[in-house]
């Protein structure tokens, strides 16, 4: 939903695999957000998350109320929904 509503990528938009093998095969290969999605390619969003910012990606989560909103640092923009930094319980996920 960020890289659509930021503008950083449509439907058609091709994110090019990096070459790095990743522990999923069907990761390693280029990606649309519509794969990515039923890929859970992480990489694509990190990808995305690098492009956006923090700024941005702080917006986002504030403008729709996602859990704790917390993006925490700089250094951690791609790896903040991983490590437990962000929070949100089962309702919130299923209200979103």
């Known amino acids: 939903m960020i890289a659509l509503e930021s503008g950083l990528a449509t439907p058609a938009t091709v994110f090019t695999w990096d070459?790095?093998?990743?522990?999923?095969?069907?990761?390693?290969?280029?990606?649309?957000?519509?794969?990515?999605?039923?890929?859970?390619?992480?990489?694509?969003?990190?990808?995305?998350?690098?492009a956006a910012g923090q700024a941005i990606m702080s917006k986002a989560l504030a403008s729709f109320e996602y859990g704790n909103e917390d993006v925490e640092t700089?250094?951690?923009?791609?790896?903040?929904?991983?490590?437990?930094?962000?929070?949100?319980?089962?309702m919130e996920q299923s209200y979103f």
């Open 19 to 50: 070459g790095v093998h990743r522990s999923f095969r069907k990761w390693n290969r280029d990606q649309t957000l519509a794969s990515a999605f039923e890929q859970s390619a992480v990489w694509v969003y990190q990808e995305i998350a690098r």
């Open 74 to 90: 700089a250094d951690r923009l791609t790896t903040y929904w991983l490590d437990n930094a962000l929070t949100i319980s089962a």
